[in-house]
């Protein structure tokens, strides 16, 4: 708990100097460039004062959950189909290798060209660009399963359930909170691409409007936004991974 708090203290303190020189470099700049604190405030009071606006950030806040979910299946089919066959493995890893070095910015194009819908084209992108990463931390926790370990269960006996429940889970799922609390920065990211060339809601569009306007205290305001529900997103896995994982030591589970 002290350093749990500790932390958190040193986070408000870094947090606080960088408010602090910000506000400073606003004073010797034009606002267009060094918007001050109490501009960005009032942008950010703008958008929680309408509901069209929350309406927007609730969308961008869907599609990365929709998307993540939907990236974390496929993830998981290929990631078991690659550790229970080696023919799965070789056809399926150079495919994710190489998916890995295509920007998001081509499966936007991509997506456009491919898709009417725009929900359907965002959701794609997002599940495009994170099922190799929630493919591989899948399967590297799957093959983290201790021999010694996995050998002596067997011994007991025990129904594939049983060895599920017992062995599997308690491995796999560190893995598993970890990859959702890393992609649900890059989900983020994605969505806000896509939404900036190929949507008419969400943080995305709101950042291109700003861009136009010249807005930089309202552009400020929606990434606050979208950085505000990443970092609460990512608070909210790790007190669940606090409850599942709290037969371990506070060291081995996350901040």
Do not use: C
Not at 68 to 82: D, W, Y
Not at 167 to 188: D, F, R
């Amino acid at each position: 708990m002290l350093r749990h708090l500790t932390v958190r203290r040193e986070a408000l303190f870094a947090m606080l100097g960088l408010a602090i020189a910000w506000q400073i470099a606003s004073l010797f700049f034009p606002p267009y460039l060094f918007p001050p604190l109490p501009a960005i405030g009032a942008a950010l009071a703008k958008i929680f004062g309408s509901w069209e606006l929350v309406g927007n950030a609730g969308a961008t806040a869907l599609r990365i959950l929709a998307g993540l979910a939907g990236a974390f299946l496929f993830g998981t089919l290929f990631a078991v189909a690659m550790a229970k066959s080696r023919k799965a493995n070789d056809y399926l890893f150079p495919i994710l290798h190489f998916n890995q070095g295509i920007p998001a910015l081509s499966w936007v194009v991509i997506s456009i060209i491919w898709f009417k819908t725009i929900e359907f084209r965002i959701w794609f992108i997002i599940v495009a660009t994170t099922v190799p990463a929630f493919t591989f931390q899948v399967l590297d926790a799957y093959r983290s399963i201790s021999k010694d370990l996995h050998e002596m269960a067997l011994s007991f006996r025990p129904s594939r359930y049983d060895m599920f429940r017992t062995v599997v889970l308690p491995t796999v799922v560190p893995g598993i909170l970890t990859a959702w609390k890393v992609n649900i920065g890059n989900g983020s990211r994605v969505v806000v691409v896509a939404e900036l060339v190929g949507a008419t809601g969400g943080v995305g569009y709101q950042l291109l409007q700003m861009q136009q306007l010249f807005d930089l205290a309202g552009a400020l305001a929606w990434t606050l936004l979208l950085v505000l529900f990443v970092l609460g997103t990512q608070q909210i896995i790790t007190l669940i991974e606090n409850r599942l994982l709290r037969y371990r030591a506070q060291s081995e589970r996350g901040l």
